[in-house]
């Protein structure tokens, strides 16, 4: 072995095998070195001088003449590393720039990184959360379950424990990350803060429950209170009476003094009504001018009797006296029905239709007066008899028939569907709309064979539709809860399409709160088959139900549809408007679209427009179609000659 060259660098070239090696001097770095070394060279680091140095070079040489392509392997490393620090800033920069808190954790729960969303929402530097646990951020509890379900990357909210001594409701994602390369297994938690979301829908409870013109329960929320109230009622063995009022000609009160005034009058008549009651008597608005009042806790019907009639007495008396509205003295009256748990009826359903009953007795005799219910009163019991008997036979004899009620985009002014709506043509009588005996198909347990005739005759319609028409649009239709609990159902729906030939796109099924709310692990599990086969799902009927939004994202759903009670009077009530409004921003930021039911009025459609709701349906529009007519409506769409379009603008 021979030197070939000598320089003043700290570094000797040498030939051997054929080959060009480089010696290093230990004393400097050789990592910066190897750019000033020869291409063809391959580094050797050795001590600088004495016997240790010819020693190391003698064994050294050998290992590199067996190691030709270290060069090579440096240069590989080399830039892993330059990749690795460019990535490294290039994903500190994205998750500085983020807006939601992301916490990278190993499997025990200790906090490795953040990012500073993270320090913000806990109100914690990065030095204090580096190192901590999840459960001195959480409940013990909450971040154990985190970590255990770290495979479910399902949304779920908790309690953050923040810096400040405070906490704030957040919504957690929580995904598994293995990294074997960087030697990584663990966790990477994303947090919301709900905060305002949680607001939103504690105002949303309280707004669709209590009316906002009188501040009294609305008519959902005093049915709740009753049955809790007969609930009660029924464990004691007491008794319990339910006054109906309704205010006479109130009508007449609008038409003369306006709206404005018919407010008034009925915020005072409500002051009235809990002022002739006895104390902690529950009263509620039922409609427009229809009011009912629970009173509790009786021994017998008999006391229940006196205390309805001595209530119902003080009221009409106390009417006696006119009222102030806007400096004029209006003088109102009162009709009122009564009638008693367990006498008059063991339900709430029962005993508010037999109130009624004997409400309209009243109002009969000429008002300002008030009728005990009896069993001759109710002809509307008789007539409820006589429907069950008759709606088998209706399904039998192809009494049934569907209209369908068309859904406009509020963009576009444009059909992009329609709703089906089932109707009893009876000879005898003519269109019974769905509300007078959709509830009887329940109670004989019919509702499952009207809802498979419905779907039946849907994709018989549209089966013939598509042979006229490119895109008939998706038609929504109900589904029962009896209909979901079927052993065959999912069987059943597939037999349907497959008999029609009809693909599972075209339709979308309006599933009711309640029923979304049954059984939520079963229910989540056919509504996902359901979606799996194509059909689009929609909540029916939004805000009556005893839900909220954030509780509603696990299901697979892609439509909400607002209850025609928040719309009736959206574009003159402000609560109503509030409710509607945060629905719909609401509904969008889960990326469901949003159907307003019921819009009757221009004024009501210029107020969803400016909300940003997606679609509505109502009477605005017209009465809903028979099938051939919603057909020959598509095809004046497509040929420009459609007149709805015009009341878009």
Same mark, same amino acid.
């Given at each position: 072995m021979g030197e070939s060259q000598r320089s003043r660098e700290p570094y000797h070239a040498i030939a051997i095998g054929g080959g060009a090696l480089l010696l290093l001097a230990a004393a400097w770095c050789a990592w910066l070195l190897l750019d000033a070394a020869p291409e063809a060279s391959s580094p050797l680091i050795l001590p600088t001088t004495g016997f240790l140095a010819s020693l190391a070079g003698v064994f050294s040489i050998a290992w590199w003449a067996l190691r030709r392509d270290t060069r090579q392997q440096v240069d590989v490393i080399r830039r892993k590393l330059a990749e690795t620090t460019i990535t490294r800033n290039y994903l500190d920069q994205i998750l500085s720039g983020m807006h939601e808190a992301l916490l990278v954790v190993d499997r025990d729960g200790h906090i490795l990184r953040v990012n500073p969303a993270a320090c913000h929402l806990a109100k914690r530097n990065e030095q204090s959360l580096l190192g901590a646990t999840l459960s001195e951020l959480f409940k013990p509890a909450e971040a154990a379950a985190l970590l255990a379900n770290g495979h479910d990357s399902r949304a779920r909210e908790a309690q953050l424990q923040r810096g400040d001594g405070g906490e704030v409701p957040v919504s957690l994602t929580c995904s598994a990350v293995q990294l074997p390369e960087a030697g990584f297994d663990g966790f990477v938690i994303a947090a919301q803060d709900v905060s305002e979301r949680k607001r939103a829908e504690q105002r949303i409870r309280y707004l669709a429950r209590i009316d906002g013109l009188t501040k009294i329960p609305n008519r959902m929320q005093f049915q709740h209170l009753l049955q809790r109230a007969m609930a009660r009622a029924r &464990?004691?063995?007491r008794c319990l009476g339910l006054l109906y009022i309704d205010v006479d000609r109130f009508k007449d009160i609008n038409d003369t003094y306006g709206h404005l005034a018919g407010d008034i009058s009925l915020e005072q008549f409500t002051h009235r009504i809990v002022a002739a009651l006895p104390e902690h008597t529950v009263v509620g608005r039922l409609a427009g001018d229809e009011f009912a009042a629970i009173i509790e806790d009786l021994a017998s019907p008999d006391d229940v009797t006196e205390a309805l009639e001595r209530g119902a007495r003080r009221l009409i008396e106390s009417l006696r006296q006119p009222l102030d509205v806007q400096g004029q003295e209006l003088h109102l009256s009162a009709s009122i029905g009564l009638a008693r748990y367990p006498v008059d009826g063991d339900d709430v359903i029962e005993l508010i239709r037999n109130a009624d009953a004997a409400l309209y007795e009243a109002k009969k005799s000429g008002g300002n007066q008030f009728a005990l219910y009896s069993p001759e009163m109710n002809a509307q019991a008789v007539e409820r008899l006589m429907l069950k008997s008759k709606l088998r036979r209706a399904l039998e004899n192809d009494e049934l028939t569907l209209r369908y009620q068309p859904k406009y985009s509020v963009a576009t002014?444009?059909?992009? =569907?329609?709703?089906?709506?089932?109707? !009893?043509?009876?000879p005898e009588r003519g269109l019974i709309p769905p509300a007078d005996f959709v509830? /009887?198909? $329940?109670?004989?347990?019919?509702?499952? $064979?009207?809802?498979? !005739?419905?779907?039946?005759?849907? +994709?018989? @319609?549209?089966? &013939?539709?598509?042979?006229?028409?490119?895109?008939?649009?998706r038609i929504s239709v109900n589904l029962s809860l009896k209909q979901l609990r079927q052993p065959d159902f999912m069987r059943s729906f597939? @037999?349907?399409? &497959?008999?029609?030939?009809?693909?599972?796109? +075209?339709?979308?099924? $309006?599933?009711?709160?309640?029923?979304?709310?049954?059984?939520?692990?079963?229910?989540v599990g056919l509504l996902d088959q359901l979606y799996a086969m194509g059909l689009h799902l929609a909540i029916d009927d939004f805000g009556t139900g005893y839900s909220s939004l954030s509780a509603l994202q696990q299901f697979p759903i892609s439509t909400l549809k607002v209850d025609r009670s928040f719309i009736r009077h959206?574009?003159? #009530? &402000? #609560? @109503?408007?509030?409710?509607?409004?945060?629905?719909?921003?609401?509904?969008?930021?889960?990326?469901? @679209?949003? %159907?307003?039911?019921?819009?009757?009025?221009?004024?009501?459609?210029?107020? /969803?427009? =400016?909300? =940003? +709701? #997606?679609? %509505?349906q109502g009477m605005l529009f017209g009465d809903p179609f028979e099938a051939a007519d919603y057909a020959a409506l598509l095809q004046h769409q497509l040929e420009g000659t459609d007149k709805h379009r015009i009341l878009f603008g």
């Amino acid at each position: 072995m021979g030197e070939s060259q000598r320089s003043r660098e700290p570094y000797h070239a040498i030939a051997i095998g054929g080959g060009a090696l480089l010696l290093l001097a230990a004393a400097w770095c050789a990592w910066l070195l190897l750019d000033a070394a020869p291409e063809a060279s391959s580094p050797l680091i050795l001590p600088t001088t004495g016997f240790l140095a010819s020693l190391a070079g003698v064994f050294s040489i050998a290992w590199w003449a067996l190691r030709r392509d270290t060069r090579q392997q440096v240069d590989v490393i080399r830039r892993k590393l330059a990749e690795t620090t460019i990535t490294r800033n290039y994903l500190d920069q994205i998750l500085s720039g983020m807006h939601e808190a992301l916490l990278v954790v190993d499997r025990d729960g200790h906090i490795l990184r953040v990012n500073p969303a993270a320090c913000h929402l806990a109100k914690r530097n990065e030095q204090s959360l580096l190192g901590a646990t999840l459960s001195e951020l959480f409940k013990p509890a909450e971040a154990a379950a985190l970590l255990a379900n770290g495979h479910d990357s399902r949304a779920r909210e908790a309690q953050l424990q923040r810096g400040d001594g405070g906490e704030v409701p957040v919504s957690l994602t929580c995904s598994a990350v293995q990294l074997p390369e960087a030697g990584f297994d663990g966790f990477v938690i994303a947090a919301q803060d709900v905060s305002e979301r949680k607001r939103a829908e504690q105002r949303i409870r309280y707004l669709a429950r209590i009316d906002g013109l009188t501040k009294i329960p609305n008519r959902m929320q005093f049915q709740h209170l009753l049955q809790r109230a007969m609930a009660r009622a029924r &464990r004691s063995g007491r008794c319990l009476g339910l006054l109906y009022i309704d205010v006479d000609r109130f009508k007449d009160i609008n038409d003369t003094y306006g709206h404005l005034a018919g407010d008034i009058s009925l915020e005072q008549f409500t002051h009235r009504i809990v002022a002739a009651l006895p104390e902690h008597t529950v009263v509620g608005r039922l409609a427009g001018d229809e009011f009912a009042a629970i009173i509790e806790d009786l021994a017998s019907p008999d006391d229940v009797t006196e205390a309805l009639e001595r209530g119902a007495r003080r009221l009409i008396e106390s009417l006696r006296q006119p009222l102030d509205v806007q400096g004029q003295e209006l003088h109102l009256s009162a009709s009122i029905g009564l009638a008693r748990y367990p006498v008059d009826g063991d339900d709430v359903i029962e005993l508010i239709r037999n109130a009624d009953a004997a409400l309209y007795e009243a109002k009969k005799s000429g008002g300002n007066q008030f009728a005990l219910y009896s069993p001759e009163m109710n002809a509307q019991a008789v007539e409820r008899l006589m429907l069950k008997s008759k709606l088998r036979r209706a399904l039998e004899n192809d009494e049934l028939t569907l209209r369908y009620q068309p859904k406009y985009s509020v963009a576009t002014g444009k059909v992009v =569907g329609a709703e089906a709506l089932v109707r !009893w043509d009876m000879p005898e009588r003519g269109l019974i709309p769905p509300a007078d005996f959709v509830p /009887l198909a $329940e109670e004989v347990n019919l509702i499952v $064979e009207l809802g498979t !005739w419905v779907l039946h005759q849907v +994709c018989k @319609d549209y089966q &013939r539709w598509q042979r006229s028409l490119a895109s008939p649009g998706r038609i929504s239709v109900n589904l029962s809860l009896k209909q979901l609990r079927q052993p065959d159902f999912m069987r059943s729906f597939s @037999d349907i399409f &497959r008999s029609r030939g009809i693909s599972p796109t +075209c339709l979308e099924l $309006e599933i009711t709160e309640t029923t979304l709310m049954e059984d939520v692990d079963r229910t989540v599990g056919l509504l996902d088959q359901l979606y799996a086969m194509g059909l689009h799902l929609a909540i029916d009927d939004f805000g009556t139900g005893y839900s909220s939004l954030s509780a509603l994202q696990q299901f697979p759903i892609s439509t909400l549809k607002v209850d025609r009670s928040f719309i009736r009077h959206v574009a003159t #009530d &402000r #609560d @109503d408007a509030t409710i509607v409004n945060t629905i719909i921003q609401m509904a969008h930021s889960l990326g469901m @679209d949003v %159907v307003a039911e019921g819009v009757e009025t221009q004024e009501q459609l210029e107020f /969803l427009r =400016g909300a =940003g +709701c #997606d679609q %509505v349906q109502g009477m605005l529009f017209g009465d809903p179609f028979e099938a051939a007519d919603y057909a020959a409506l598509l095809q004046h769409q497509l040929e420009g000659t459609d007149k709805h379009r015009i009341l878009f603008g």
